[in-house]
């Protein structure tokens, strides 16, 4: 029951940037954004979070569109490291939304 | 900081063993969650812990599955008696208060095979 919707893959080149889109039309006005990703054979690593305004950290940067019904993590030059299953999830005090729940996720290919 | 333990790695028993995990959340960690993850989809949530108590354990099927965290800190995870369809990795992770805003750490989980 993941709140979110993603491409199931996506390709990209090394040292390109990606961009990772996630809708989520039903989103309540206290659900933060999360993203985290998961490297094969390890378990979820958070990659960045936000509610309304864009993130920045030094993995990603998160770009949120104005009435919150979607959103894109961006990773600015991807590497072979990058390559991973990466889940947007939606979370947030209220609502039953307090725990992350877990989509398929978007499988990221990064090609030499 | 060290980050989540789990052990064993990997496991492998036949149906109808018993089988137990374990996690070392972070210290000072206050909240503890165990997931299942079935191969090709995303982890589901089994019970999450808040110190000792039980906050959540809607999705733990109970007649198989126990957990239990004594003081507050290092938790384990039981099936008895396993079937086929308990293969997966458990994954637990820990967060230091209110997960949606601190995020969540995992750990590498423990693989589990039953044959």
């Known amino acids: 029951d993941a709140k979110t919707t993603q491409p199931n893959s996506m390709e990209s080149n090394e040292e390109e940037p990606v961009h990772l889109p996630c809708n989520h039309s039903?989103?309540?006005?206290?659900?933060?954004i999360h993203w985290y990703r998961q490297l094969p054979s390890q378990g979820p690593e958070y990659v960045i979070h936000g509610l309304t305004s864009n993130v920045n950290n030094r993995m990603a940067s998160l770009a949120i569109a104005e009435d919150r019904k979607s959103s894109t993590l961006i990773l600015h030059r991807a590497t072979l490291r990058d390559a991973a299953v990466y889940y947007c999830i939606l979370s947030g005090p209220q609502g039953g939304s307090e725990k992350l729940v877990f989509g398929k996720g978007t499988k990221l290919t990064v090609n030499p | 900081e060290a980050g989540v333990a789990q052990s064993p790695r990997y496991k492998i028993i036949e149906k109808r063993q018993s089988v137990a995990f374990w996690c070392n959340p972070i210290?000072?960690?206050?909240?503890l969650y165990w997931y299942q993850q079935i191969l090709g989809q995303g982890p589901k949530l089994l019970i999450q812990f808040q110190n000792n108590g039980v906050v959540d354990d809607s999705q733990l099927p109970k007649d198989r599955f126990s957990a239990e965290r004594l003081k507050g800190v290092d938790s384990t995870l039981k099936i008895q008696p396993a079937k086929l369809e308990d293969s997966a990795v458990y994954l637990c992770?820990?967060?230091?208060?209110?997960?949606?805003?601190?995020?969540?750490?995992f750990g590498s989980g423990t693989r589990l095979t039953v044959v």
């Open positions: 039903t989103i309540s006005g206290t659900d933060y």
């Open positions: 992770a820990s967060s230091s208060g209110t997960g949606w805003y601190y995020g969540y750490t």
């Open positions: 210290s000072g960690h206050a909240t």
